[in-house]
C-alpha cells in the first residue's frame, strides 16, 4: 500500500490513527461518565447532553484560528506537536476526578485539536504537490482517512476493557498515552515532510489577524459574554446561551462576505454559504452518536452475553456484570438510579438502570447477575461501516465517472442529507419493536441506523471540504474553509440541545421524527436549490 506513495505518508498516518484512536476513546466514554452516579459526576441526561454539544462545538471551532496561526506563522510542524501534547495533556487530566479540572482538560483538548486536526490534513495536502506524487492525492487522503477510521474503531474495545478492570481514569490516560505516541511518531518522521512545512505568511489580499480579531473574534467574546451573564435561559441553558450569541457575529460576517464581494465572486460564495447553512442538521443528528444513540445502546439495547460469546467477552473483559436486587427498585426516579434534592445526590440505589425494561432479567432470584457488552462498544459500529463502505463507494463513483455520470458534489451531498434522514426511521422503527422502552431491542438496529447514516456521512463530509477548495476565491480560502468548521461547530452544539430533550419525550419515536424532519427539510431545500448551484459550478468548470 505505501511503496508507490511518499515515504511520509505511513507517518502521518499512523499519527493520525493514534490522535483519532484517543479522541474516539474519550468520546465514546464521555458521556457515560458524566451520568455515573458512584464514579462520576451524577450528571442527568439534559446535563451530560448539553457539556458535550458545548465541548465538541468548540473542538471543531478552533481548528479554523489553528489553520491560520501554522500558515501564518508557526508552520504546520511546530502546530501539530504542540496540539498533539496539549490534547495528550487534557486527556489525561481527565482522569483526576474533578469538575474544575475536567474544565482545564476539556480546554486543553479543545485548544490542542484545533492546531492538530487542520494542520496535519495541510502537511499531507502538501507531501502531495510534487510531479511524481500530484496524481496520487485523492489515494492518499482516501488511505490516510482509513487511519482515521481505523483508530476510531479498535479504540474502544481498550476503552472498554480498561473501565471495566480500573475504572474510568485509566481509560481517559490511555486516550492521553494514544495521543502522545502519535505526537512521537509524528517527530520520528519528520525528516519526510519538513521540506513541505512551508509557512504562506500573510499576503497581499489576505484578511490580516488584527483585522480578524477586531470583526470576528471580539464581537463573538463580547457576544457569548452576554449570552452567558443574561438572566434566564433563552435557549435551554447558560453555556447554549453564550454559544449561541457568540455565534451571531460569525454569521453576520460571512454573510458580509457575500454582500461585499465582487460581481465574479457572488455566485461561488453564495453556493458555498448555502451548503454551509443546510449540512447544519447533518451534524446536529449525526453527531448524536456521543449522547443519545449512546443512552440508546446503554438502556434500550440487549446487550446481555450468554454461553460462548459470554465466556469470550468475560475473558476479554468486554462485559460488566449486573447484579439483580429486587428490593431496591426505586419507584419515584424516572432513571431508576438516585434520588434528589435541590440538585443533590441525596441517596443512591444499586439498582442498575439495564435491568428498568428487561423483562428476563427482572424474572431472576435475588442476588442474579447478567453479564452485558460494555455500552461505548456501540461507538465502533460507525467507523466500522466507514472502512467498510468506502472503497465500495469510490468504486461506485469511479464506475460513474468512467460513463460521465458521475453526480456534481452538490447533488452527493444533497442525497447525503436525505440517505441520512433515512437513517433515522430505523431508529423510529428500533422504538416501535421495543413498545416505546419498555422492552429491550437487538442491536442490530443500531448497526441498521449507523449503516444507513454513514453512506450520508461519505456522500457529504468529504465533500464538503472538497467543494471549499474547489469554489473559494483564492483570497478567502482559509476563511471559507472557517465557514465549514463555523457550521460543523453549529452543528454539533445543535446536537446537544437536541439530545438534552431526550427525557422530555414520553414516546421516543417522536424525538427521532423530529430529528427526521429536520433533515428531510435540509435536504428538499437543497435539492430546490440544485439546478442553480450546479449551474455555478458549470459555469467554472467545476464537477
Same mark, same amino acid.
Given at each position: 500500500?505505501?511503496?508507490?506513495?511518499?515515504?511520509?505518508?505511513?507517518?502521518?498516518?499512523?499519527?493520525?490513527? &493514534?490522535?483519532?484512536?484517543?479522541?474516539?476513546?474519550?468520546?465514546?466514554?464521555?458521556?457515560?461518565?458524566?451520568?455515573?452516579?458512584?464514579?462520576?459526576?451524577?450528571?442527568?441526561?439534559?446535563?451530560?447532553?448539553?457539556?458535550?454539544?458545548?465541548?465538541?462545538?468548540?473542538?471543531?471551532?478552533?481548528?479554523?484560528?489553528?489553520?491560520? #496561526?501554522?500558515?501564518? /506563522?508557526?508552520?504546520?510542524?511546530?502546530?501539530?506537536?504542540?496540539?498533539?501534547?496539549?490534547?495528550?495533556?487534557?486527556?489525561?487530566?481527565?482522569?483526576?476526578?474533578?469538575?474544575?479540572?475536567?474544565?482545564?482538560?476539556?480546554?486543553?483538548?479543545?485548544?490542542?485539536?484545533?492546531?492538530?486536526?487542520? +494542520?496535519?490534513?495541510?502537511?499531507?495536502?502538501?507531501? =502531495?504537490?510534487?510531479?511524481?506524487?500530484?496524481?496520487?492525492?485523492?489515494?492518499?487522503?482516501?488511505?490516510?482517512?482509513?487511519?482515521?477510521?481505523?483508530?476510531?474503531?479498535?479504540?474502544?474495545?481498550?476503552?472498554?476493557?480498561?473501565?471495566?478492570?480500573?475504572?474510568?481514569? =485509566?481509560?481517559?490516560?490511555?486516550?492521553?498515552?494514544?495521543?502522545?505516541?502519535?505526537?512521537?511518531?509524528?517527530?520520528?518522521?519528520?525528516?519526510?515532510?519538513?521540506?513541505?512545512?512551508?509557512?504562506?505568511?500573510?499576503?497581499?489580499?489576505?484578511?490580516?489577524?488584527?483585522?480578524?480579531?477586531?470583526?470576528?473574534?471580539?464581537?463573538?467574546?463580547?457576544?457569548?459574554?452576554?449570552? &452567558?451573564?443574561?438572566?434566564?435561559?433563552?435557549?435551554?441553558?447558560?453555556?447554549?446561551?453564550?454559544?449561541?450569541?457568540?455565534? #451571531?457575529?460569525?454569521?453576520?460576517?460571512?454573510?458580509?462576505?457575500?454582500?461585499?464581494?465582487?460581481?465574479?465572486?457572488?455566485?461561488? #460564495?453564495?453556493?458555498?454559504?448555502?451548503?454551509?447553512?443546510?449540512?447544519?442538521?447533518?451534524?446536529?443528528?449525526?453527531?448524536?452518536?456521543?449522547?443519545?444513540?449512546?443512552? %440508546?445502546?446503554?438502556?434500550?439495547?440487549?446487550?446481555?452475553?450468554?454461553?460462548?460469546?459470554?465466556?469470550?467477552?468475560?475473558?476479554?473483559? $468486554?462485559?460488566?456484570?449486573?447484579?439483580?436486587?429486587?428490593?431496591?427498585?426505586?419507584?419515584?426516579?424516572?432513571?431508576?438510579?438516585?434520588?434528589?434534592?435541590?440538585?443533590?445526590?441525596?441517596?443512591?440505589?444499586? /439498582?442498575? #438502570?439495564?435491568?428498568?425494561?428487561?423483562?428476563?432479567?427482572?424474572?431472576?432470584?435475588?442476588?442474579? @447477575?447478567?453479564?452485558? %457488552?460494555?455500552?461505548?462498544?456501540?461507538?465502533?459500529?460507525?467507523?466500522?461501516?466507514?472502512?467498510?463502505?468506502?472503497?465500495?463507494?469510490?468504486? $461506485?463513483?469511479?464506475?460513474?465517472?468512467?460513463?460521465?455520470?458521475?453526480?456534481?458534489?452538490? @447533488?452527493?451531498?444533497?442525497?447525503?442529507? $436525505?440517505?441520512?434522514?433515512?437513517?433515522?426511521?430505523?431508529?423510529?422503527?428500533?422504538?416501535?419493536?421495543? +413498545?416505546?422502552?419498555?422492552?429491550?431491542?437487538?442491536? %442490530?438496529?443500531?448497526?441498521?441506523?449507523?449503516?444507513?447514516?454513514?453512506?450520508?456521512?461519505?456522500?457529504?463530509?468529504?465533500?464538503?471540504?472538497?467543494?471549499?477548495?474547489?469554489?473559494?476565491?483564492?483570497?478567502?480560502?482559509?476563511?471559507?474553509?472557517?465557514?465549514?468548521?463555523?457550521?460543523?461547530?453549529?452543528?454539533?452544539?445543535?446536537?446537544?440541545?437536541?439530545?438534552?430533550? &431526550?427525557?422530555? =419525550?414520553?414516546?421516543?419515536?417522536?424525538?427521532?421524527?423530529?430529528?427526521?424532519?429536520?433533515?428531510?427539510?435540509?435536504?428538499?431545500?437543497?435539492?430546490?436549490?440544485?439546478?442553480?448551484?450546479?449551474?455555478?459550478?458549470?459555469?467554472?468548470?467545476?464537477?
Amino acid at each position: 500500500m505505501w511503496k508507490k506513495h511518499p515515504k511520509a505518508l505511513p507517518f502521518l498516518f499512523f499519527s493520525e490513527m &493514534w490522535e483519532r484512536f484517543g479522541y474516539y476513546l474519550m468520546i465514546g466514554i464521555f458521556t457515560l461518565y458524566l451520568k455515573d452516579v458512584k464514579a462520576g459526576f451524577a450528571m442527568t441526561e439534559a446535563e451530560s447532553a448539553d457539556l458535550y454539544g458545548t465541548f465538541i462545538a468548540l473542538v471543531f471551532l478552533t481548528p479554523f484560528l489553528g489553520g491560520l #496561526i501554522a500558515d501564518r /506563522y508557526w508552520g504546520y510542524r511546530k502546530s501539530i506537536i504542540i496540539g498533539g501534547l496539549l490534547m495528550g495533556t487534557g486527556y489525561c487530566l481527565m482522569a483526576i476526578h474533578s469538575l474544575p479540572v475536567l474544565y482545564v482538560s476539556m480546554t486543553l483538548v479543545i485548544v490542542g485539536n484545533g492546531f492538530f486536526k487542520p +494542520n496535519i490534513s495541510t502537511l499531507l495536502g502538501n507531501v =502531495y504537490t510534487t510531479p511524481q506524487n500530484n496524481h496520487q492525492k485523492d489515494e492518499g487522503y482516501n488511505i490516510f482517512y482509513m487511519g482515521i477510521n481505523i483508530g476510531a474503531f479498535v479504540c474502544n474495545f481498550f476503552g472498554a476493557v480498561l473501565y471495566n478492570m480500573l475504572g474510568w481514569g =485509566y481509560a481517559f490516560a490511555a486516550a492521553g498515552i494514544g495521543m502522545f505516541i502519535g505526537v512521537l511518531i509524528f517527530v520520528i518522521g519528520t525528516k519526510h515532510y519538513k521540506a513541505f512545512d512551508i509557512k504562506k505568511g500573510v499576503k497581499e489580499n489576505d484578511m490580516s489577524m488584527g483585522k480578524i480579531t477586531a470583526l470576528i473574534l471580539l464581537p463573538s467574546i463580547l457576544a457569548g459574554v452576554v449570552g &452567558w451573564i443574561l438572566p434566564g435561559n433563552i435557549f435551554g441553558s447558560d453555556s447554549t446561551d453564550a454559544f449561541i450569541f457568540a455565534c #451571531i457575529p460569525v454569521i453576520i460576517f460571512y454573510t458580509s462576505l457575500y454582500f461585499k464581494a465582487d460581481a465574479d465572486e457572488k455566485a461561488p #460564495i453564495g453556493v458555498l454559504l448555502t451548503i454551509f447553512a443546510v449540512v447544519v442538521m447533518f451534524w446536529a443528528v449525526f453527531k448524536q452518536n456521543g449522547t443519545a444513540l449512546n443512552t %440508546w445502546a446503554d438502556r434500550y439495547t440487549d446487550r446481555a452475553v450468554s454461553g460462548t460469546t459470554e465466556k469470550i467477552f468475560n475473558a476479554v473483559k $468486554f462485559t460488566q456484570t449486573l447484579e439483580y436486587k429486587k428490593d431496591s427498585v426505586p419507584l419515584y426516579d424516572e432513571l431508576f438510579r438516585l434520588q434528589k434534592q435541590d440538585g443533590k445526590v441525596i441517596k443512591e440505589y444499586n /439498582y442498575p #438502570i439495564y435491568f428498568r425494561n428487561d423483562v428476563q432479567s427482572k424474572m431472576q432470584t435475588e442476588g442474579g @447477575t447478567l453479564s452485558v %457488552w460494555a455500552t461505548n462498544l456501540s461507538q465502533s459500529i460507525n467507523p466500522a461501516w466507514v472502512i467498510l463502505i468506502t472503497p465500495l463507494l469510490v468504486a $461506485f463513483f469511479t464506475w460513474l465517472r468512467a460513463r460521465k455520470k458521475e453526480p456534481s458534489t452538490p @447533488t452527493k451531498i444533497a442525497f447525503g442529507l $436525505f440517505i441520512s434522514a433515512l437513517s433515522v426511521l430505523v431508529m423510529v422503527a428500533a422504538v416501535q419493536a421495543g +413498545n416505546n422502552g419498555a422492552e429491550k431491542v437487538s442491536v %442490530w438496529w443500531l448497526v441498521g441506523s449507523y449503516g444507513v447514516i454513514t453512506v450520508g456521512e461519505l456522500l457529504l463530509s468529504p465533500m464538503g471540504l472538497s467543494l471549499v477548495s474547489k469554489l473559494s476565491p483564492v483570497r478567502i480560502t482559509s476563511l471559507m474553509m472557517g465557514g465549514w468548521f463555523l457550521s460543523t461547530s453549529i452543528g454539533n452544539k445543535l446536537s446537544g440541545v437536541l439530545a438534552s430533550m &431526550w427525557d422530555t =419525550y414520553e414516546n421516543k419515536a417522536n424525538f427521532f421524527w423530529l430529528n427526521f424532519l429536520l433533515l428531510m427539510a435540509s435536504a428538499a431545500l437543497l435539492f430546490l436549490m440544485l439546478k442553480k448551484l450546479n449551474k455555478v459550478m458549470k459555469e467554472r468548470g467545476i464537477s
